[in-house]
């Protein structure tokens, strides 16, 4: 009766949650790549009927994001079509296809171990796939979150979508890691990580991929697509369930005034407004952070920084604590002055890191060497 009248916390939190998992994977497919990269070269290199350059390699590790540009261009178009639940569902299973397609390419059409370019062009339509999941719920998922939490606790649980993104990462980072790991006193070692190694550690994404797309059928859709597809007797169920029935007569109807299509012309706030929040979004891809996402243990490699997969580790738990800075402090100390210190931070780390590079002493390996700690 408690929550019938007050509404269930704990039930907030359980479908959160579960739209947070996508946030969670969008940070460790666009991560993954980071250790795998180096043993998936190895293996195409070996190709007989196609010569697999630098630039090719170049293009694998990133053809995630032209899924990515795909996935968003049709995130809106989605969720306004088929809603929010069967969107994520449908990001759910892109994700886990490409996890799946990624750990073993050959699938049905190629034989196994046996590099082509062929192979190449599958493993990359695969990892496009996962880029369109990765798209698809970098909009949604937040999207979902502020259409289900209360007005008084819809930022902090949205912000909590960022969190997952790099905690995603970090959880990559050390999966990665440990596959690594779990072979280093293998004489076999360089073989087998080109073989198989890469091959897990695109795989290992199935299990949150597979969770994900099976618990975002038990969520609700939320209330505001509900009113929008006229189902408002359902959308005050999901309403009492959150915010309790002393409210929830008031947050539908706040929705259903909200939900009329409201028209203004483009500049209506000037030009400047659009343009710095466009930008905002341009210089955060443009400061080079998906290179450090990729080639992380490459770069540390390259520095002469000990076991390069165990520095990526460091890395990513630097990440996730500063992030959980930004998410108690944003209130606080407000957007821009975090947008402008974590700005300069970005720019020192980006010197700091060339000038690291430009030193002399750094050996790098072949390219053939798997990232196994000195014995």
Known sequence: ????????????????????????????DTAVISGAERGLQAFFEGAKDFTYTNVLHGFTSSSALIGCIIGSALSGLFAGKFGRKKSLFIAGICFFLSAAGSYYPEFLFFPKGVASKSLWVAFNLYRVLGGIGVGMASAICPMYIAEVAPANKRGKLVSWNQFAIIFGQLVVYFV???????????????????????????GSECVPA??????IL???????YLVMSGQESK????????????????????????????????LAYGFLVIFIGCMLSVFQQFVGI???????????????????????????????SFTLVAIFTVEKLGRKPLLITGSLGMA????????????????????????VAPQ
């Open 218 to 224: 038990l969520v609700p859709e939320t209330p505001r």
């Open 235 to 266: 959308a005050l169920d999901v309403l009492t369930r959150i915010n309790g029935s002393s409210v929830a007569s008031q947050v539908l109807s706040d929705i259903k005034s909200t939900v009329v299509e409201k028209k203004e012309k483009l």
């Open 348 to 371: 020192i780390g980006a010197i700091g890191v060339a000038l690291a590079d430009a030193l002399p002493g750094s050996s790098p390996r072949s390219s053939r060497t798997p990232y």
């Open 1 to 28: 009766m408690q929550n019938q009248t007050q509404g269930s916390k704990t039930y907030l939190f359980s479908i959160v949650l579960v739209a947070v998992l996508g946030g969670l994977l969008f940070g460790y």
């Open 210 to 215: 597979g969770l994900f797309a099976l618990l």
């Open 176 to 202: 990665n890691f440990l596959i690594i790991q779990s072979h280093k006193n293998d004489p076999a070692v360089v073989e087998w990580t080109n073989q198989v190694g890469w091959r897990l550690m695109f």
């Open 290 to 320: 998906n290179a450090v996402l990729y080639f992380a243990p490459r770069i540390f490699e390259s520095m002469g920084m000990g076991n390069p997969m165990t520095q990526t580790v460091l890395m990513g738990i630097v990440n996730i």
